[in-house]
């Protein structure tokens, strides 16, 4: 079965720290695609980073980064120097291929609070 | 990335009717999809709207009670039929494209949804 687990309902962080989102998944296909999507209370779904899995190297973007650990099928996400605006619900997300067609498979979220 | 415009952005229902979702995107996309995600919870996939075709469903979504067409790459359209307190959820419009890798899943603002 494909699945993405994300163990953490809750986090939270002070303003400025660091913090480290966990997600595992399972896949039995070899070349395929991580996603961290952020959710705020208005709803918009929003892409924070993604990741090849063909790629050695992690992925970052700004104050994002990810811990991408294939064997382990592990794909942690940091967000450094915290802001107020980082608080929201995070998804992972993994993109499997079905036949001719694709799609999502997302973690049920960790919802992060950020403490000033 | 490409822009989507999703209507309505929420509304509240009689059970037994039913409601029709737009979402319209900026430019030409490869792939166009609908997502649930039920009060609390992770999104789910509906379905993947073809253009010109009948949509590829997911396992426990059914035609009947949420028809979608594609008339072509820009538009789609979601209907929840016959609908029930049960059907109250957001409701996302998603689309891969136009980006180079073809990796880049975009997301409607979501339609939230109320059966009373």
């Known amino acids: 079965a494909q699945t993405v687990t994300q163990s953490q309902p809750e986090m939270s962080v002070q303003e400025a720290e660091t913090v480290t989102l966990s997600c595992t998944y399972d896949t039995s296909e070899s070349d395929y695609y991580l996603f961290w999507y952020k959710q705020p209370p208005s709803r918009q779904m929003i892409l924070v980073i993604r990741q090849e899995a063909y790629k050695q190297q992690n992925a970052t973007e700004n104050r994002f980064s990810v811990n991408f650990q294939k064997a382990a099928k592990s794909f942690s996400l940091k967000i450094s120097d915290s802001q107020l605006g980082d608080a929201a619900m995070y998804f992972c997300a993994l993109k499997l291929r079905q036949g001719g067609s694709e799609k999502l498979v997302f973690g049920k979220g960790t919802k992060l609070t950020v403490n000033p | 990335s490409a822009v989507i415009s999703q209507k309505p952005s929420r509304d509240i229902c009689q059970r037994g009717t039913s409601l029709t979702i737009q979402c319209q995107v900026d430019s030409q996309v490869t792939m166009m999809f609908w997502y649930r995600q039920q009060p609390g919870q992770s999104l789910t996939l509906i379905a993947t709207?073809?253009?010109?075709?009948?949509?590829?469903?997911e396992s426990g979504f059914v035609i009947d009670k949420f028809p979608i067409s594609r008339p072509n790459l820009t538009f789609s359209t979601l209907t929840v039929s016959n609908m029930s307190p049960e059907d109250s959820s957001i409701y996302l419009c998603?689309?891969?494209?136009?980006?180079?890798?073809?990796?880049?899943?975009?997301f409607g603002s979501g339609t939230r949804l109320t059966v009373v």
């Open positions: 709207a073809n253009q010109g075709s009948e949509a590829t469903y």
């Open positions: 998603s689309v891969t494209g136009p980006d180079r890798t073809g990796q880049l899943y975009t």
